[in-house]
């Protein structure tokens, strides 16, 4: 049997009963179908997951399908329907040397264009939510293809109606409307705007904005490259939590604070982890805390998917320690617990 993990960033994975390699929308769809009701992991770039040591006990479908079709009108934009196995960032730089402007600030991203939606993956103040149109998608329960409006998709804070329906549906692909334009929309997030050398507000090119987000994602561990396993990861493992307006007024002064339109308020799990006594380079077993970034949980060379398990869970517990919040993994987590 395969071992997945020669095809998930962590590269760790055990072994999987049945790997299937699809590249069309009928053998995606006639795949799930021969699997019947056993389990099923759809996997595209395996950037996002953390599967057991023991594997997967069912089948494991590998969407590489990258069908384009694009509609463009010289004042609204385009429309660009994407299949789910493209390369999430090869379609980013796509757009950026098409002219098309808005999707600058989620370079870098890992995975694939049909993973963007389920997560509602987001990046220096903004998320691909705010340019999808449709998503096509193959329902499991009710054996048909249904396709997905954006309020249908309820996109919130890294998470959609897909991923609180987890299984039911698989993404097909996913239709974008993005404007033409050389310059991106107003700068929101500080950092990116230091880096740019802008004011908050102001607007860049976007093939700078883009040259800058990967420059900063590199210096934090967050680009995947095969010879650092400092980037063996699954970028940030925890997602910002979002609490109650008491709880965020009982942390400390220092800790970032992103009040919300519905009287919450989000709060830096970065900070949470590093004033909670987790340092960069701590390890257990072959897992490590990235020397860059202590959202990212690395693979140091020989660590079992176990080992960066009871590093995420030594994390969580302390900052539930510490500051009395329980982090969410942003991780899909395949057959182990934290």
């Known amino acids: 049997m395969t071992e997945l993990s020669k095809y998930t960033s962590f590269h760790v994975g055990g072994p999987a009963k049945k790997i299937v390699n699809v590249s069309t929308q009928d053998e995606i769809i006639a795949a799930i179908e021969e699997a019947g009701d056993s389990p099923v992991l759809i996997l595209g770039g395996g950037t996002n997951v953390l599967i057991a040591d023991s594997g997967f006990e069912g089948t494991v479908i590998r969407i590489s399908n990258n069908s384009v079709e694009t509609e463009v009108d010289a004042c609204s934009g385009a429309t660009l329907t994407i299949g789910a196995g493209e390369n999430w960032d090869q379609f980013v730089l796509t757009c950026i040397e098409r002219g098309f402007a808005g999707m600058e600030t989620l370079s870098g991203i890992p995975g694939t264009v049909g993973a963007a939606p389920?997560?509602?993956?987001?990046?220096?103040?903004?998320?691909?939510?705010?340019?999808?149109?449709?998503?096509?998608?193959?329902?499991?329960?009710?054996?048909?293809?249904?396709?997905?409006?954006?309020?249908?998709?309820?996109?919130?804070?890294?998470?959609?109606?897909?991923?609180?329906?987890?299984?039911?549906?698989?993404?097909?692909?996913?239709?974008?409307?993005?404007r033409r334009g050389e310059f991106s929309d107003p700068i929101v997030y500080a950092e990116l705007a230091r880096k740019l050398e802008v004011e908050m507000g102001d607007k860049a090119p976007i093939a700078q904005v883009r040259e800058a987000v990967l420059e900063l994602r590199s210096a934090k561990g967050m680009l995947l490259k095969p010879d650092d396993h400092d980037s063996w990861s699954a970028g940030s493992f925890f997602t910002n939590p979002i609490i109650s307006q008491q709880a965020a007024d009982a942390l400390p002064n220092a800790a970032p604070k992103w009040p919300?339109?519905?009287?919450?308020?989000?709060?830096?799990?970065?900070?949470?982890?590093?004033?909670?006594?987790?340092?960069?380079?701590?390890?257990?077993?072959?897992?490590?805390?990235?020397?860059?970034?202590?959202?990212a949980l690395t693979n140091a060379g020989d660590a079992t998917a176990a080992d960066i398990a009871n590093l995420a869970k030594k994390a969580r517990d302390q900052v539930k320690e510490a500051f009395g919040i329980t982090l969410e993994a942003e991780v899909n987590l395949i057959g182990i617990e934290i």
């Open 260 to 295: 919300l339109i519905d009287g919450r308020v989000k709060v830096s799990a970065a900070w949470l982890i590093e004033n909670s006594g987790i340092h960069k380079g701590d390890e257990v077993g072959g897992a490590r805390i990235s020397s860059k970034h202590v959202l």
């Open 118 to 178: 389920i997560q509602n993956i987001g990046a220096y103040g903004h998320e691909v939510s705010e340019f999808i149109t449709r998503v096509r998608t193959y329902d499991r329960q009710a054996k048909a293809i249904k396709t997905f409006t954006r309020s249908e998709c309820e996109f919130s804070y890294r998470s959609s109606h897909f991923k609180s329906h987890p299984g039911r549906y698989v993404v097909l692909e996913v239709q974008f409307q993005i």
